[in-house]
């Protein structure tokens, strides 16, 4: 049986999921939690548009409980600097898509025309024409060029003009 690749992404988010349960779900772990689901997804080469399908999911699946996050609250309140309850869950909300969305755009990286671009607006074409007409000339080799310091000393009033 072989699956397509929505099946395929499916099948992946459906295991990495599971894989939580036995997971740190620290702030600590959160980037690499996210980076095991969508190495994955990129490595079975799942398209841009279907991986980004599981980026909320991915994002859902990893907050916190309401239990958890009141007992976390309770136990860090005097630590924290948040006013409520709410703002404490929104913060983690917060910390969670971020971890999520870094992770994900470093193995789906946005390519957009803009990124054809080289250095000074050059298009790629012109930056390679560039590159050519610059390596056309000699290299200056600059092994020969004396030392500054041994000029110097042989270096006289009389040479100077006035």
Same mark, same amino acid.
């Given at each position: 049986?072989?699956?397509? %690749?929505?099946?395929?992404? %499916? *099948?992946?988010? %459906?295991?990495?999921?599971?894989?939580?349960?036995? #997971?740190?779900? @620290?702030v600590?772990s959160?980037?690499?939690?996210?980076?095991?689901?969508? +190495?994955?997804?990129?490595?079975?080469?799942?398209?841009?548009? !279907?991986?980004? @399908?599981?980026?909320?999911p991915? /994002?859902?699946? *990893?907050?916190p409980? #309401?239990?958890? =996050?009141?007992? !976390?609250f309770?136990? +860090? =309140?005097?630590?924290?600097?948040?006013?409520?309850?709410?703002?404490?869950?929104?913060?983690?909300?917060? /910390?969670? #898509?971020?971890?999520?969305?870094? $992770?994900? +755009?470093?193995?789906? &990286? =946005? =390519?957009?025309?803009?990124?054809?671009?080289?250095?000074?607006?050059?298009?790629?074409?012109? +930056?390679?024409?560039?590159?050519?007409?610059?390596?056309?000339? &000699?290299?200056?080799?600059?092994? %020969? /060029? &004396?030392?500054?310091?041994?000029?110097?000393?042989?270096? $006289? /009033?009389?040479?100077?003009?006035?």
């Open positions: 049986m072989t699956f397509n %690749k929505q099946q395929k992404a %499916k *099948h992946i988010f %459906k295991m990495w999921e599971a894989s939580l349960a036995e #997971r740190d779900r @620290s600590a959160l980037k690499d939690n996210f980076c095991d689901l969508f +190495y994955e997804l990129n490595r079975n080469e799942i398209d841009f548009e !279907t991986a980004f @399908s599981y980026l909320d991915a /994002i859902a699946a *990893h907050l409980s #309401r239990a958890t =996050v009141k007992i !976390t309770k136990k +860090y =309140v005097n630590k924290t600097a948040f006013d409520s309850e709410e703002d404490f869950l929104k913060s983690w909300k917060g /910390i969670i #898509r971020d971890a999520a969305t870094n $992770s994900f +755009y470093s193995f789906y &990286p =946005v =390519v957009t025309e803009e990124s054809d671009q080289m250095p000074n607006g050059m298009s790629r074409d012109e +930056y390679n024409k560039y590159l050519r007409y610059a390596k056309s000339f &000699p290299i200056l080799d600059t092994s %020969k /060029i &004396p030392d500054i310091d041994e000029q110097i000393d042989d270096l $006289s /009033i009389d040479d100077l003009e006035l």
